[in-house]
Protein backbone atom coordinates (compact mmCIF):
# COMPACT_ATOMS: atom_id res chain seq x y z
CA UNK A 1 0.00 0.00 0.00
CA UNK A 2 1.27 3.52 -0.87
CA UNK A 3 0.09 6.18 1.44
CA UNK A 4 0.82 9.69 0.09
CA UNK A 5 1.11 12.67 2.84
CA UNK A 6 0.37 16.66 2.24
CA UNK A 7 0.62 19.41 5.07
CA UNK A 8 1.00 22.71 5.47
CA UNK A 9 2.71 23.19 8.64
CA UNK A 10 3.25 21.10 12.05
CA UNK A 11 3.04 22.74 15.21
CA UNK A 12 5.87 21.52 18.44
CA UNK A 13 2.76 19.59 20.28
CA UNK A 14 1.49 18.03 17.09
CA UNK A 15 4.84 16.94 15.80
CA UNK A 16 5.06 13.70 18.04
CA UNK A 17 1.97 12.45 16.84
CA UNK A 18 3.17 12.81 13.29
CA UNK A 19 5.96 10.68 14.24
CA UNK A 20 3.52 8.02 15.27
CA UNK A 21 1.86 8.25 12.11
CA UNK A 22 4.51 7.85 10.02
CA UNK A 23 5.86 4.90 12.07
CA UNK A 24 2.66 3.27 12.11
CA UNK A 25 2.68 3.23 8.90
CA UNK A 26 6.26 2.19 7.94
CA UNK A 27 5.63 -0.64 10.42
CA UNK A 28 2.28 -2.02 8.49
CA UNK A 29 5.09 -2.10 5.76
CA UNK A 30 3.20 1.15 4.09
CA UNK A 31 5.16 3.13 1.47
CA UNK A 32 5.00 6.65 2.05
CA UNK A 33 5.34 9.86 -0.68
CA UNK A 34 5.09 13.34 1.10
CA UNK A 35 4.67 16.74 -0.65
CA UNK A 36 8.19 17.80 -1.32
CA UNK A 37 6.97 21.29 0.55
CA UNK A 38 6.11 19.28 3.56
CA UNK A 39 9.08 17.36 3.84
CA UNK A 40 11.36 20.45 3.26
CA UNK A 41 9.37 21.96 6.12
CA UNK A 42 9.80 18.36 8.77
CA UNK A 43 13.54 18.54 7.84
CA UNK A 44 14.10 22.28 8.34
CA UNK A 45 12.40 22.83 11.83
CA UNK A 46 12.65 19.54 12.98
CA UNK A 47 15.31 17.73 11.43
CA UNK A 48 13.29 14.80 10.46
CA UNK A 49 13.64 13.36 7.45
CA UNK A 50 12.02 9.68 7.71
CA UNK A 51 12.66 7.43 4.78
CA UNK A 52 9.70 8.54 2.37
CA UNK A 53 9.83 6.90 -1.14
CA UNK A 54 9.96 10.21 -3.03
CA UNK A 55 8.48 13.79 -2.59
CA UNK A 56 5.97 15.14 -5.32
CA UNK A 57 4.45 18.13 -5.80
CA UNK A 58 1.43 19.32 -7.99
CA UNK A 59 3.45 18.89 -11.49
CA UNK A 60 4.77 15.93 -10.21
CA UNK A 61 1.71 14.05 -9.10
CA UNK A 62 1.07 10.70 -10.42
CA UNK A 63 -2.42 9.69 -10.89
CA UNK A 64 -2.81 6.16 -9.08
CA UNK A 65 0.58 6.08 -7.45
CA UNK A 66 -1.07 6.43 -4.18
CA UNK A 67 -3.84 4.49 -2.61
CA UNK A 68 -4.37 7.62 -0.16
CA UNK A 69 -3.92 10.80 0.26
CA UNK A 70 -3.31 11.67 4.53
CA UNK A 71 -4.20 15.84 5.03
CA UNK A 72 -2.28 16.89 7.51
CA UNK A 73 -3.89 19.71 9.21
CA UNK A 74 -7.01 21.62 9.74
CA UNK A 75 -10.02 21.75 7.45
CA UNK A 76 -8.15 24.39 5.55
CA UNK A 77 -5.48 22.15 4.67
CA UNK A 78 -8.08 19.36 3.43
CA UNK A 79 -9.45 21.56 1.14
CA UNK A 80 -5.85 22.65 -0.58
CA UNK A 81 -5.84 18.62 -0.56
CA UNK A 82 -8.34 18.67 -3.04
CA UNK A 83 -5.93 20.06 -5.92
CA UNK A 84 -4.43 16.75 -6.25
CA UNK A 85 -6.96 14.56 -6.67
CA UNK A 86 -9.93 16.48 -7.82
CA UNK A 87 -9.18 14.04 -11.71
CA UNK A 88 -8.30 11.02 -10.19
CA UNK A 89 -10.09 9.03 -7.62
CA UNK A 90 -7.60 8.81 -5.15
CA UNK A 91 -9.45 9.27 -1.54
CA UNK A 92 -8.46 11.69 0.96
CA UNK A 93 -8.63 11.34 5.16
CA UNK A 94 -7.83 14.60 7.16
CA UNK A 95 -5.65 13.91 10.19
CA UNK A 96 -6.43 16.47 12.64
CA UNK A 97 -3.76 18.92 13.68
CA UNK A 98 -5.47 21.83 14.74
CA UNK A 99 -8.84 22.46 16.62
CA UNK A 100 -12.78 22.41 15.01
CA UNK A 101 -11.57 19.92 12.16
CA UNK A 102 -14.96 18.66 10.43
CA UNK A 103 -13.70 17.58 7.42
CA UNK A 104 -9.90 16.31 8.81
CA UNK A 105 -11.89 14.53 12.14
CA UNK A 106 -9.36 11.95 12.98
CA UNK A 107 -7.94 13.17 16.22
CA UNK A 108 -3.74 13.14 17.21
CA UNK A 109 -5.02 10.25 19.95
CA UNK A 110 -6.66 7.99 17.44
CA UNK A 111 -3.81 8.13 14.65
CA UNK A 112 -2.84 4.23 15.94
CA UNK A 113 -6.20 3.33 15.10
CA UNK A 114 -6.82 5.19 11.99
CA UNK A 115 -3.99 3.20 10.31
CA UNK A 116 -4.70 -0.46 11.37
CA UNK A 117 -7.83 0.53 9.60
CA UNK A 118 -6.39 1.94 6.38
CA UNK A 119 -3.44 -1.08 5.97
CA UNK A 120 -6.41 -3.57 6.70
CA UNK A 121 -9.60 -1.93 4.44
CA UNK A 122 -11.36 -1.22 7.28
CA UNK A 123 -13.33 1.93 6.02
CA UNK A 124 -15.92 3.04 3.45
CA UNK A 125 -15.57 6.08 1.06
CA UNK A 126 -18.14 8.80 0.57
CA UNK A 127 -18.17 10.45 -2.47
CA UNK A 128 -18.88 14.34 -2.43
CA UNK A 129 -20.06 16.59 -4.91
CA UNK A 130 -17.72 19.64 -5.74
CA UNK A 131 -18.77 22.66 -7.84
CA UNK A 132 -17.78 23.26 -11.00
CA UNK A 133 -17.29 27.44 -11.81
CA UNK A 134 -17.52 28.85 -15.44
CA UNK A 135 -15.99 32.67 -16.26
CA UNK A 136 -18.06 33.48 -19.22
CA UNK A 137 -18.36 30.65 -20.23
CA UNK A 138 -14.79 29.31 -19.61
CA UNK A 139 -12.74 27.43 -17.51
CA UNK A 140 -10.49 29.08 -15.54
CA UNK A 141 -7.51 26.46 -14.95
CA UNK A 142 -6.63 26.13 -10.95
CA UNK A 143 -9.91 28.67 -10.36
CA UNK A 144 -12.69 26.68 -11.44
CA UNK A 145 -13.85 23.92 -8.47
CA UNK A 146 -14.70 23.81 -5.20
CA UNK A 147 -15.54 21.66 -2.30
CA UNK A 148 -17.11 23.91 0.22
CA UNK A 149 -18.13 26.90 -1.29
CA UNK A 150 -18.36 29.36 -4.66
CA UNK A 151 -18.79 32.94 -2.47
CA UNK A 152 -19.08 35.80 -3.99
CA UNK A 153 -18.11 39.02 -1.52
CA UNK A 154 -18.06 42.89 -1.90
CA UNK A 155 -15.26 44.12 -2.20
CA UNK A 156 -13.72 46.58 0.21
CA UNK A 157 -16.47 48.94 0.10
CA UNK A 158 -19.77 49.39 2.67
CA UNK A 159 -22.15 49.11 -0.71
CA UNK A 160 -24.27 46.34 -0.97
CA UNK A 161 -24.06 43.85 -4.48
CA UNK A 162 -27.05 43.73 -6.57
CA UNK A 163 -26.63 39.39 -7.77
CA UNK A 164 -29.14 38.88 -10.08
CA UNK A 165 -29.37 34.55 -9.83
CA UNK A 166 -30.78 32.25 -12.61
CA UNK A 167 -31.26 28.90 -12.28
CA UNK A 168 -31.68 27.57 -15.81
CA UNK A 169 -32.75 29.83 -18.05
CA UNK A 170 -35.82 31.01 -15.25
CA UNK A 171 -34.77 34.19 -13.23
CA UNK A 172 -34.85 33.55 -9.49
CA UNK A 173 -34.19 37.07 -8.23
CA UNK A 174 -31.95 39.82 -7.10
CA UNK A 175 -29.87 39.39 -4.20
CA UNK A 176 -29.41 42.81 -2.08
CA UNK A 177 -26.22 41.22 -0.11
CA UNK A 178 -22.89 41.76 1.21
CA UNK A 179 -22.21 38.48 -1.01
CA UNK A 180 -23.60 35.16 -1.94
CA UNK A 181 -22.83 31.70 -0.81
CA UNK A 182 -23.01 28.68 -3.52
CA UNK A 183 -22.32 25.88 -1.56
CA UNK A 184 -22.36 21.97 -1.50
CA UNK A 185 -23.82 19.90 1.16
CA UNK A 186 -20.27 19.30 2.44
CA UNK A 187 -19.84 23.33 2.92
CA UNK A 188 -23.27 23.45 4.47
CA UNK A 189 -21.48 23.69 7.85
CA UNK A 190 -19.03 25.88 6.48
CA UNK A 191 -19.47 29.61 5.23
CA UNK A 192 -23.27 28.98 4.52
CA UNK A 193 -23.54 28.14 7.89
CA UNK A 194 -21.96 31.09 9.05
CA UNK A 195 -24.91 32.61 7.07
CA UNK A 196 -27.76 31.41 8.66
CA UNK A 197 -27.92 28.37 5.68
CA UNK A 198 -29.30 24.71 6.47
CA UNK A 199 -27.17 21.56 7.58
CA UNK A 200 -27.55 19.40 4.85
CA UNK A 201 -26.22 15.55 4.95
CA UNK A 202 -23.25 14.90 2.37
CA UNK A 203 -25.57 11.77 1.36
CA UNK A 204 -27.71 14.74 -0.24
CA UNK A 205 -27.55 15.53 -3.97
CA UNK A 206 -28.19 19.77 -3.34
CA UNK A 207 -26.58 22.58 -4.14
CA UNK A 208 -27.06 25.64 -1.33
CA UNK A 209 -27.72 29.73 -2.22
CA UNK A 210 -27.41 31.25 0.59
CA UNK A 211 -27.16 35.15 0.98
CA UNK A 212 -24.93 36.72 3.50
CA UNK A 213 -26.18 39.78 5.08
CA UNK A 214 -29.31 40.59 2.42
CA UNK A 215 -31.07 43.97 3.05
CA UNK A 216 -34.51 42.02 2.55
CA UNK A 217 -36.27 40.40 5.64
CA UNK A 218 -37.91 37.93 3.15
CA UNK A 219 -34.54 37.09 1.30
CA UNK A 220 -34.07 33.43 3.02
CA UNK A 221 -31.28 30.48 1.94
CA UNK A 222 -32.77 28.06 -0.71
CA UNK A 223 -31.91 24.27 -1.47
CA UNK A 224 -31.84 22.94 -5.38
CA UNK A 225 -30.91 19.76 -6.87
CA UNK A 226 -27.29 19.36 -7.86
CA UNK A 227 -29.09 19.36 -11.56
CA UNK A 228 -29.37 23.09 -11.35
CA UNK A 229 -27.64 25.36 -13.62
CA UNK A 230 -27.00 28.59 -11.55
CA UNK A 231 -25.98 31.73 -13.61
CA UNK A 232 -24.91 34.95 -11.26
CA UNK A 233 -24.27 38.41 -13.03
CA UNK A 234 -23.36 41.19 -10.18
CA UNK A 235 -23.50 44.74 -10.16
CA UNK A 236 -21.40 47.10 -7.48
CA UNK A 237 -21.02 50.61 -7.08
CA UNK A 238 -17.00 49.53 -7.25
CA UNK A 239 -17.63 47.82 -10.35
CA UNK A 240 -15.87 44.73 -8.84
CA UNK A 241 -16.35 41.60 -6.39
CA UNK A 242 -14.38 38.94 -4.66
CA UNK A 243 -14.76 35.48 -5.94
CA UNK A 244 -13.68 32.92 -3.48
CA UNK A 245 -13.61 29.20 -4.31
CA UNK A 246 -13.06 27.21 -0.90
CA UNK A 247 -9.85 28.89 0.34
CA UNK A 248 -9.22 30.70 -3.24
CA UNK A 249 -9.76 34.53 -3.80
CA UNK A 250 -9.68 36.51 -6.70
CA UNK A 251 -10.92 40.01 -7.85
CA UNK A 252 -13.05 40.07 -10.30
CA UNK A 253 -15.22 42.68 -12.26
CA UNK A 254 -18.60 42.99 -12.76
CA UNK A 255 -18.83 42.24 -16.88
CA UNK A 256 -17.97 38.80 -15.72
CA UNK A 257 -20.97 36.10 -15.61
CA UNK A 258 -20.44 33.27 -13.30
CA UNK A 259 -22.12 29.79 -14.23
CA UNK A 260 -21.87 27.15 -11.17
CA UNK A 261 -23.03 23.89 -11.02
CA UNK A 262 -22.14 20.22 -9.73
CA UNK A 263 -19.31 19.45 -11.93
CA UNK A 264 -18.07 15.85 -13.07
CA UNK A 265 -15.37 15.17 -10.53
CA UNK A 266 -16.37 13.98 -7.41
CA UNK A 267 -14.34 13.59 -4.41
CA UNK A 268 -13.80 10.30 -2.70
CA UNK A 269 -13.28 10.91 1.54
CA UNK A 270 -12.34 8.08 3.47
CA UNK A 271 -14.91 7.32 6.54
CA UNK A 272 -13.73 5.37 9.56
CA UNK A 273 -15.95 2.88 10.88
CA UNK A 274 -15.73 5.02 14.30
CA UNK A 275 -16.81 8.11 12.71
CA UNK A 276 -20.62 8.84 12.29
CA UNK A 277 -21.47 12.35 10.35
CA UNK A 278 -24.25 13.09 12.69
CA UNK A 279 -22.10 12.51 15.87
CA UNK A 280 -19.61 14.92 14.45
CA UNK A 281 -22.43 17.40 14.44
CA UNK A 282 -22.72 16.50 17.89
CA UNK A 283 -18.94 16.71 19.01
CA UNK A 284 -17.96 19.04 16.66
CA UNK A 285 -20.67 21.95 16.29
CA UNK A 286 -22.37 21.25 20.06
CA UNK A 287 -25.49 20.73 17.22
CA UNK A 288 -28.46 20.45 19.52
CA UNK A 289 -26.83 20.67 23.02
CA UNK A 290 -29.05 21.89 25.79
CA UNK A 291 -27.19 21.90 28.85
CA UNK A 292 -30.71 22.50 30.77
CA UNK A 293 -30.81 18.49 30.19
CA UNK A 294 -26.68 17.98 31.40
CA UNK A 295 -26.62 15.14 34.05
CA UNK A 296 -30.78 14.26 33.02
CA UNK A 297 -32.44 11.14 31.28
CA UNK A 298 -35.90 10.42 30.36
CA UNK A 299 -37.67 7.52 30.10
Sequence with gaps: MTVAIYGKSVEECFFPYLQKLVQCLQSAQAEIICEEDFAGLLKEKYAYAPAFRRTFNRTSWVSGEADMLLSI???????????????TATPVLG?????????????ADEIESAVQCIVSGNYFLEERDMLELEVDGVLMEGFDFALNEVGVLKAATSSLLRIHA???????????????VVATPTGSTAYSLSGGGPIVSPDCRNIILTPICPHNLSMRPLV??????????????????????????????????????????????????????????????????DRRNDGHCFD
Excluded at 73 to 87: A, N
Excluded at 167 to 178: H, R
Excluded at 232 to 238: A, I
Design 73 to 87: GGDGTFLDSVEYVKE
Design 95 to 107: VNSGRLGFLANVK
Design 166 to 180: YIGEVYLTTYWADGL
Design 224 to 289: VPNTARITLQVESRSEDFVLSLDSRIRKMEDSHRLTILAGTHKLKVVALPCHEYYETLRNKLKWGE
